[in-house]
């Protein structure tokens, strides 16, 4: 006698500790498999978008700072790239350097994060993450030197930076710089050829090139799946093309790629850092720009390579001095656009590693 | 870089391809009517020389008379650019064609302006509210919300 099933549906959140944030999966399983995935958002929506329709220019890069807050720099630099953009302001050599290297320390911060959150997903409960926090915590530091803060730094400003780096930034960050090489060989030797990470990550999620571009998908996710496409080199912003560097790519399109991405982004932005500290000029970090900014009527649309992907900002202008619209291309929401392809078919544990393996913050993915 | 193609000179192209599809263009970008997109998109993304396969963002802006909607197009064979746009003038009724049939990845951002600008998108396959909750009343993103 055949067994009578029907599908079950089962809530993976909003408030659970594998979702980073609050974040619903509403996955249809038939036994441990699932078969339909809908992802739920909206638990975190503050209407950035509308809010900084109601501030000036400058107001709002705090708004900024709360999007991705594990890269509030990038954020930072997407958006007063976009404002230098639409009202045609020059930035000092000086500023541009500095927001290259602490747009690259960004990025390697986000991208421990985001692989330590998914070691954590794989089952390795917080041991790899703290290897991560020990290493994020000294980027803090450097970032608390340059702007006083820890977490939403609010430090670039519309033609520049709010301040110069203070005497005992460079020498710190000279330090970290030789160090972290040693590091990530250290997470190579703990965790590339790990048993446990191998057969989790390896073959599972898979993104088929041409879905991942169908999907609108960037940074690590569609590098992974073997698209030479960053932002730095394709449509370079601030000095990048002064910078020589590699993209690194994945060939097997899974999860495991996808964090050897992000290891091999990690060296590539020291290779950066090193460039940078070598060419940087003396001279001033901020352009005169007045302090109630009114663009002339127009609108402007510029990107960058955050760590999470393509972050672009499209801003109109009415001559006012508060943006007319402001609109956020977040690469957290458009990456989850795959998400639902990725799981179909696996069980609910790989469920957990795919998800992870996407990196998001609900902040940017709700705004 | 990623050169961003003369919108006026593809906008010819296009013209002689699809007569009247054209609502007007400048240097930085083309406007098309709304009946017209759905082909026209789909011309951009497979003509050969165009090939734009990759469709980075889309936005809208509520302007009072119409509502714009703002694609950005991007070729990640030729690496160039285009920005296309369309207009909805009507402010009770606004739809316009979805195009996840040609980019899956306007999924979500199709349904976010219908949630926070309450433009339709006809042939989404799941057009429904994205942050807000269903019950929600009004569009926020809307110049006349508060």
């Keep these: 006698m055949a067994l009578k099933t029907e599908p079950f549906v089962l809530n993976i959140g909003p408030v659970h500790p594998s979702t980073h944030g609050v974040f619903r999966m509403r996955a249809t399983l038939d036994g441990e498999v699932i078969v339909d ?115 939403l730094y609010n430090y670039m400003r519309i033609g520049g930076l709010s301040q110069d780096i203070p005497e005992e930034f460079l020498p710190a960050l000279d330090k970290f710089v030789q160090q972290m090489p040693g590091f990530i060989d250290e997470y190579d030797r703990f965790f590339a050829q790990n048993e446990i990470l191998l057969a989790r ?37 601030s000095l990048y093309d002064r910078f020589d560097f590699d993209i690194p790519t994945g060939t097997a399109s899974d999860c495991y790629d996808r964090y050897r991405v992000r290891i091999a982004e990690m060296r590539q932005s020291l290779r950066i850092i090193r460039q940078a500290m070598e060419q940087l000029p003396s001279g001033p970090v901020k352009s005169d720009v007045p302090r109630l900014l009114r663009p002339q009527v127009g609108e402007a649309y510029a990107h960058i390579e955050a760590p999470k992907g393509d972050l672009g900002f499209y801003l109109v202008s009415d001559n006012s001095i508060a943006p007319y619209r402001c609109h956020v291309r977040a690469p957290s929401l458009i990456n989850l656009t795959a998400l639902r392809e990725m799981i179909i078919g696996w069980k609910i544990q790989d469920a957990i590693i795919i998800f992870g393996s996407i990196d998001i913050t609900m902040g940017e993915v709700d705004r | 870089m990623t050169l961003a193609l003369a919108a006026k000179e593809v906008a010819a192209k296009l013209e002689t391809k699809f007569p009247g599809s054209i609502a007007e263009s400048n240097n930085n970008d083309i406007v098309v009517k709304s009946q017209s997109l759905f ?23 509520d302007y009072y008379n119409y509502f714009e909607l703002v694609y950005q197009l991007t070729s990640l064979k030729h690496n160039h650019s285009l920005v296309l746009k369309t207009r909805c003038y009507d402010r009770e009724n606004a739809v316009v064609p979805s195009l996840v049939k040609l980019w899956r990845g306007a999924d979500y951002q199709e349904r976010e302006i219908y949630d926070l600008l309450g433009i339709s998108f006809t042939g989404h396959p799941n057009l429904k509210r994205i942050f807000l909750w269903s019950g929600f009343e009004g569009h926020p993103l809307r110049k006349d919300y508060l």
């Design chain 1, 37 to 151: 995935l809908e992802p739920v958002f909206g638990y975190l929506h503050r209407g950035i978008e509308k809010l900084a329709e109601e501030r000036t220019y400058t107001g709002v890069i705090p708004l900024t700072d709360r999007l991705d807050y594990l890269a509030s720099m990038s954020n930072n630099l997407a958006y007063v790239l976009t404002v230098e953009k639409l009202a045609g302001i020059a930035v000092p050599e000086r500023a541009q350097y500095l927001r290259v290297i602490i747009a690259e320390l960004q990025r390697i911060a986000g991208h421990l994060i985001a692989v330590g959150a998914f070691l954590n997903d794989c089952g390795a409960f917080f041991t790899p993450f703290l290897y991560m926090f020990r290493e994020r915590e000294k980027i803090v530091d450097l970032f608390e030197m340059v702007s006083g803060q820890r977490l």
């Design chain 2, 39 to 61: 082909g026209l998109a789909s011309f951009l993304k497979t003509a050969p020389g165009l090939e734009f396969n990759y469709l980075a963002a889309i936005t809208a802006v």
């Design chain 1, 201 to 237: 990550a390896k073959g599972v999620g898979i993104l088929p090139q041409e879905m991942a571009i169908n999907i609108s998908a960037s940074g690590p996710v569609l590098r992974a799946s073997g698209v030479n496409w960053d932002i730095r080199k394709a449509d370079p912003y």
